[in-house]
């Protein structure tokens, strides 16, 4: 397709390139903009992921290599296909290259993204940490380790259970590690269970205090800030079930109406001068019913940012308009809306119930007020993704001598005793480093 063919540039709206199309987040920003009538297209590292099926994607376009320079490469190459087209980021280390090369991509890309200082300050766990204490943010009991000797000393500092993250999950991560995103430990002991040398893999980590409660006390702050630093729109919400259970990715949540935690967000991004698509997710502790910060989100949304599209706050929508210049997405009554990984409910439930800290009246009261709904994988009048994701599983299920290799996944990683594993997204994209914190000028192109 031509850009001259494409009608939608009169008023102002560019075509769209999305990161991640093989990712649940990637397809759930292109879902999001279905309405702006724009061509739409992906960068994938597995183009034969179920979430690349989708009838959302104009085209979807392989990513040749997981790197800065396989990145760099693969967007310069498609920005040849217009003159201009908007970019939407949903990784991590992908909103960090963006942010570090925007000069570079300036010209053929429009995209709202804060600077580089603050994607290090907001997006590394160690810089946040130690932020978020400088300014007086309520985050867990928090050491920031460097060495061996360094976290033996902390272990001896804090209360167990405690959780050891990596600064900045990236390549390196991903390959020792595989799909385990922290680690929980329960005893001192414990962290010589860890099946590869920590610092050897990161060069620093955070290790914090374990916040006491369960998947509903996961609460976050969906938002969209446009170029000038002004929030656009936000939604509220809480998780209803996580897998793996009680640490990892959103399985169902509802949206709520939480002025405390909008009030906390907001003040937490504007100390930060931040830009851009947000969030913010915290925990509330039982013991003394206070909300404490487990980690923002900056340049992208979150697997389950599009809960608030379903309850009437496009965020996504937002970004993408704010970006090529075009009118504002009006924001209109909300309703309670409820969205689900169709891949992570399953267990989670089992897990759940095996372990009796399931949230059946919570789920029962969301399931009841819910007036929309969004999926991870299945769309309106778009199932294929949910179809190849379902028909992967079923595979998996098959004895090993009917299925082709050994069932083992490269660079997975068994758990090691004493350690419990936290499962996250595939192997993201190595960053390089990042430079110091330099001030909250935003990036807009």
Same mark, same amino acid.
């Given at each position: 397709?031509?850009?001259e063919?494409?009608?939608?540039d ?18 759930g ?5 279905r ?27 392989p ?8 990145w ?14 908007v ?46 204490r ?12 460097c060495?061996?000797?360094e976290?033996t000393?902390a272990l ?31 005893s001192?002991?414990?962290?010589s269970?860890?099946p ?11 290790v914090?205090e374990w ?44 949206t709520?109406?939480d002025?405390?935690l ?48 379903a ?6 929508a937002?970004?993408?308009r ?14 309670p ?5 169709e ?11 095996a372990? #009796?800290q !399931?949230? %059946? @009246?919570?789920? $029962? +009261?969301?399931? *009841? =007020?819910? #007036?929309? !709904?969004? %999926? @991870?994988?299945a $769309? +309106?009048?778009? *199932? =294929?993704?949910?179809?190849a994701? %379902?028909a992967?599983?079923? +595979?998996a299920? *098959? ?17 090691a ?10 192997p993201?994209a190595?960053?390089?480093?990042a430079p ?10």
């Amino acid at each position: 397709m031509e850009f001259e063919e494409f009608a939608g540039d009169r008023d102002g709206r560019l075509p769209v390139v999305v990161t991640g199309a093989d990712l649940p987040g990637g397809l759930g920003i292109a879902r999001a903009l279905r309405d702006e009538g724009t061509p739409v297209y992906g960068l994938a590292l597995d183009p034969a992921s179920p979430c690349c099926r989708s009838s959302s994607w104009t085209d979807v376009l392989p990513v040749r290599e997981d790197s800065v320079s396989g990145w760099l490469r693969a967007l310069t190459e498609l920005s040849t296909r217009h003159p201009r087209q908007v970019l939407m980021i949903s990784q991590d280390t992908v909103v960090e290259i963006v942010a570090r090369h925007a000069q570079q991509l300036s010209g053929r890309y429009a995209f709202v993204l804060p600077d580089p200082g603050t994607v290090r300050t907001l997006g590394h766990k160690t810089a946040f940490a130690t932020w978020a204490r400088e300014h007086g943010f309520p985050i867990p009991r928090t050491e920031v380790v460097c060495g061996e000797r360094e976290l033996t000393e902390a272990l001896d500092r804090l209360t167990f259970p405690v959780v050891v993250k990596p600064d900045l999950r990236n390549g390196r991560w991903s390959a020792a590690s595989g799909r385990t995103k922290a680690h929980v430990l329960h005893s001192p002991e414990a962290v010589s269970a860890i099946p590869f040398p920590l610092f050897e893999v990161s060069d620093r980590y955070v290790v914090q205090e374990w916040i006491d409660g369960g998947d509903a006390d996961v609460r976050f702050c969906l938002l969209y800030r446009d170029r000038d630093g002004r929030e656009l729109g936000y939604r509220t919400g809480r998780k209803l079930l996580q897998w793996p259970v009680g640490t990892g990715n959103t399985a169902v949540c509802t949206t709520t109406d939480d002025p405390e935690l909008h009030r906390l967000a907001r003040e937490l991004f504007d100390r930060a001068g931040l830009v851009g698509l947000a969030s913010l997710e915290v925990k509330r502790d039982r013991r003394d019913g206070r909300y404490y910060v487990t980690e923002p989100t900056v340049g992208r949304p979150n697997l389950q940012s599009n809960v608030a599209a379903a309850a009437g706050v496009n965020l996504i929508a937002m970004a993408y308009r704010d970006a090529c210049g075009a009118p504002a997405v009006p924001v209109g009554r909300t309703r309670p809306a409820i969205w689900l990984s169709e891949s992570n409910v399953p267990p989670a439930l089992v897990c759940s119930v095996a372990r #009796r800290q !399931l949230d %059946l @009246a919570g789920i $029962g +009261r969301a399931v *009841l =007020r819910c #007036r929309g !709904l969004m %999926l @991870a994988y299945a $769309g +309106r009048h778009d *199932l =294929r993704p949910a179809v190849a994701m %379902l028909a992967g599983k079923a +595979r998996a299920f *098959l004895p090993a001598r009917f299925r082709k290799g050994n069932g083992q996944r490269p660079g997975s990683t068994p758990a090691a005793a004493g350690v419990s594993q936290v499962h996250g997204p595939g192997p993201a994209a190595p960053a390089r480093p990042a430079p110091e914190a330099s001030g909250a000028s935003a990036l807009t192109v």
